[in-house]
């Protein structure tokens, strides 16, 4: 497996972790949630040098996680707003959260609480089965290939492994 070419990959994980798969993108993502649009804004919140921001920003534009909105002529300057498809990041974003919630939090609590809009509650994100509802865990999920799934994956050998012991 190629670094540079993860995005050619035959695995969701690795063509996700060739978008956001460094540091600095998901740090430019979480501030995206926050509503933070503009280079200065992201740089002052961040910390990040202006070549290292203005690469990931590039690269989440170009995957179309971004788009870039001009806001001023003179100079030329952008807001970088989350599409479609970057809003679909939303739960990945919330599933770090929430694991740094329950595994990385010091003695002064969670640096950031969450409310529902809808119901005014604060939460914990959690991730549920979308045809039953119940919440989901790694011990209560089987994994089989799917119509893209490369042949010699480790994935596809295991289950034809369950369907030869299944017709026996």
């Not at 933070?36 to 740089?43: A, K, N, P, T, Y």
């Not at 290292?52 to 001009?70: H, M, N, T």
């Not at 970057?86 to 409310?115: K, T």
């Amino acid at each position: 497996m190629k670094w540079d070419a993860l995005e050619e990959e035959p695995c969701s994980v690795a063509r996700t972790v060739a978008v956001i798969g460094d540091r600095w993108s998901l740090l430019v993502l979480r501030e995206c949630f926050l509503r933070i649009r503009r280079f200065d804004d992201f740089q002052a919140s961040l910390g990040i040098t202006r070549h290292l921001l203005a690469d990931r920003l590039k690269k989440l534009v170009r995957f179309g996680v971004l788009r870039k909105i001009p806001y001023q002529e003179a100079p030329k300057r952008y807001e970088y707003i989350l599409t479609q498809k970057g809003l679909d990041l939303y739960p990945i974003i919330m599933s770090i959260v929430h694991w740094g919630n329950v595994h990385m939090v010091d003695s002064r609590g969670r640096p950031m609480l969450h409310e529902h809009k809808t119901c005014k509650k604060m939460f914990d994100p959690v991730m549920v089965c979308s045809e039953c509802g119940e919440p989901l865990s790694a011990k209560a999920v089987h994994v089989h290939p799917g119509p893209g799934a490369r042949k010699s994956s480790p994935v596809h050998a295991k289950a034809q492994e369950r369907a030869r012991r299944a017709a026996d």
